[in-house]
């Protein structure tokens, strides 16, 4: 008869290799199932293009002074930059009046100060519009025109400004950003090193049964597989919509946890061109031109990287745009759209208006809103629900079942470092038990 394993990890994203590798290295015995046929979860760093590596999910090492992925790079040879650049802010008429960008940089500050006066979080819309009507230098068209500006952080929390929680924006940085030159998929490639053997790909896991409290038995399309425990690294929006099935029903607080994360909309398409028709500068910032939810391109901020300067490994010319909701879903569902979708915004890049806008030659775009085995980009808190609960619920697991990924955490939580210390954790966890119980 087979050794019951000791731990079978589901999914191979970052958290789930963490704590493959972890427990592969304390002498545990590990498989990990993973549902697609490529790895590496929402790092998803795209070559099909053959000219360009393409981010379509994680570009950044955030929090540089909190992130175990700068070590990890740095001893491998991997090459960082900071990515300190300054963007170019536009509307569909051209770069906005640099006093708006004045006037909003105390935004954050007057946030800060209504928060000590008060302790209920407000909607990211809400505070915006406190802090115009309050302003007295502001002239009447600078009132109406420094919403779009101050409601980016739609974008990074990847839902609407109505939604988005002020008091989440308030959090003490962490560190400049870096950028993995070449790939962020070097940095995948060099922690799974060791453990391939482990991982099987193409292997959705349908569901987790611990009716008998002495193991756990996995099941897959064609497998049943049993251990000690199981790491559930799946992302938070497969656990929302039951993408796995548990045998037998949660707790109640994990279903509470998971009723109150929200998942965000966070989108990438990359336009390569043969040529530049854009400012030769590293990044813009597209501010829309009205409060509108009508879904057209002009009326959400997006940021726009100069993709081939910003990755310095392109052979073609190329912009990225990172996208809100509602714009995300549009294009996911549907990339063929996606340029003239696009078009107005970049129309406004255009530097020489006697050329038309040219066609790009190829589009690779992100599906994270429409890919079964994300159900979105990440996990993300609308006003009044709170991380910090939610995250409890997700740490404790619940008997042999432990859970990993960006949305266990408070401590680099949405982020690709904060997912890989969450393997650790719960690899670490299991580790500690498995031994005790040898001794
Ligand atoms: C558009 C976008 C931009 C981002 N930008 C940044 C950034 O700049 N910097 C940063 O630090 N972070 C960023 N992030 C977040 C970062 O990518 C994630 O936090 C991190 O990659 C998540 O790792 P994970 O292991 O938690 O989940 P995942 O990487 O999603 O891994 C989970 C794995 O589980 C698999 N799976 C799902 N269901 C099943 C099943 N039923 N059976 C088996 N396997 C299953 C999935 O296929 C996946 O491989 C971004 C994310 C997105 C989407």
Redesign the pocket.
């Known amino acids: 008869m087979l050794r019951m394993l000791d731990a079978i990890v589901?999914?191979?994203?970052?958290?789930?290799?963490?704590a493959a590798k972890e427990l592969a290295k304390q002498g545990l015995s590990v498989r990990v199932?993973?549902?697609?046929n490529?790895?590496?979860?929402?790092?998803?760093t795209d070559r099909t293009s053959g000219s360009a590596p393409y981010?379509?999910?994680?570009?950044?090492?955030?929090?540089s002074l909190d992130?175990p992925?700068w070590a990890i790079a740095e001893e491998n040879g991997i090459d960082l930059v900071y990515d300190d650049s300054s963007a170019m802010v536009f509307n569909k008429d051209g770069p906005i009046d640099p006093a708006l960008g004045q006037l909003g940089s105390d935004f954050g500050a007057f946030a800060g100060v209504h928060f000590e006066d008060n302790k209920q979080d407000v909607s990211l819309k809400e505070m915006i519009d406190e802090f115009v009507k309050f302003h007295p230098k502001m002239t009447a068209e600078q009132k109406k025109a420094l919403p779009q500006t101050l409601r980016i952080p739609q974008i990074s929390k990847?839902q609407d400004w109505n939604k988005v929680s002020a008091k989440s924006l308030l959090a003490a940085p962490k560190g400049r950003?870096l950028l993995v030159l070449g790939g962020y998929d070097k940095i995948y490639n060099v922690i799974k090193q060791g453990i391939e053997d482990k991982i099987s790909t193409g292997?959705?896991?349908?569901s987790i049964d611990t009716s008998d409290p002495s193991k756990v038995t996995v099941k897959?399309a064609s497998e049943e597989i049993t251990a000690k425990y199981v790491i559930v690294?799946?992302?938070v929006g497969?656990l929302k919509n039951n993408?796995?099935k548990f045998v037998p029903e949660p707790p109640s607080e994990f279903k509470a946890a998971l009723d109150s994360t929200d998942v965000?909309e966070?989108?990438?398409v990359y336009f390569e061109f043969e040529k530049a028709f854009w400012p030769d500068m590293d990044k813009f910032v597209f501010v829309g031109d009205s409060d509108a939810v009508d879904g057209a391109s002009t009326s959400y901020p997006l940021v726009i990287s100069n993709w081939y300067k910003f990755n310095g490994s392109g052979k073609y010319p190329g912009l990225g745009v990172?996208t809100p909701p509602p714009l995300t879903n549009k294009f996911e569902s549907d990339p063929s759209k996606a340029f003239d979708h696009f078009t107005p915004v970049l129309e406004a890049l255009r530097t020489d208006k006697s050329i038309p806008l040219p066609k790009p030659t190829k589009v690779t775009s992100?599906k994270?809103t429409v890919?079964?085995?994300?159900q979105?980009?990440?996990s993300t808190y609308t006003v009044g629900n709170d991380r910090e609960e939610a995250v409890k619920a997700f740490e404790n697991g619940f008997g042999r079942v432990r859970f990993?990924?960006?949305?266990?955490t408070v401590r680099?939580a949405?982020?690709?470092?904060?997912?890989?210390r969450?393997?650790i954790r719960e690899a670490s966890k299991i580790v500690d038990e498995v031994t005790k119980g040898r001794l």
């Open positions: 589901v999914g191979a994203g970052l958290s789930g290799i963490a199932l993973e549902a697609r490529r790895l590496g979860g929402r790092l998803n981010e379509l999910g994680c570009s950044w090492l955030h929090e992130n992925l990847g950003d292997t959705p896991v349908e897959t690294s799946a992302p497969v993408g796995i965000a966070v989108g990438k990172i992100s994270w890919d079964p085995y994300s979105g980009s990440y990993a990924g960006e949305h266990t680099g949405t982020f690709a470092h904060g997912a890989y969450s393997g």
